[in-house]
């Protein structure tokens, strides 16, 4: 079906305002994003040091130690990280080789 040109201009205005209205959330988002991705590379070269607890990757990367055990439970969920000894009363963690070996 084709549209008319008075179609067209009243479509790119509804995208307009919906663009404009959905923007800030877009940003949130985007930035949200962003800031947990620095937070994984900040978890990530802790991890290179070696295995460490969640208060140990906290502590070394900066991160409150809540989002540290955030980032390690989805770490651990997409495989990127394993359970390697128990340290006390928390487990050390550990990244999984490039191979996909643990």
Same mark, same amino acid.
């Given at each position: 079906?084709?549209? *008319?040109?008075? $179609?067209?201009? =009243?479509?790119?205005?509804?995208?307009? !305002?919906l663009r404009d209205a959905r923007g800030p959330a877009v940003q949130a988002a985007?930035?949200?994003?962003?800031?947990?991705?620095?937070e994984r590379r900040k978890i990530r070269a802790a991890l290179a040091a070696g295995?460490? *607890?969640?208060? $140990?990757?906290? =502590?070394?990367?900066?991160?409150?130690? !809540?989002?540290?055990?955030?980032?390690?439970?989805?770490?651990?969920?997409?495989?990127?990280?394993?359970?390697?000894?128990?340290?006390?009363?928390?487990?050390?963690?550990?990244?999984?080789?490039?191979?996909?070996?643990?």
């Amino acid at each position: 079906m084709t549209r *008319t040109p008075q $179609e067209w201009k =009243a479509l790119k205005e509804m995208l307009k !305002r919906l663009r404009d209205a959905r923007g800030p959330a877009v940003q949130a988002a985007v930035d949200a994003h962003q800031r947990h991705q620095a937070e994984r590379r900040k978890i990530r070269a802790a991890l290179a040091a070696g295995p460490a *607890t969640v208060p $140990e990757l906290a =502590a070394a990367s900066g991160v409150p130690a !809540r989002t540290a055990l955030w980032h390690v439970t989805a770490m651990r969920k997409y495989g990127e990280l394993v359970e390697d000894t128990q340290a006390g009363d928390y487990f050390r963690y550990r990244l999984v080789d490039q191979g996909g070996r643990g």
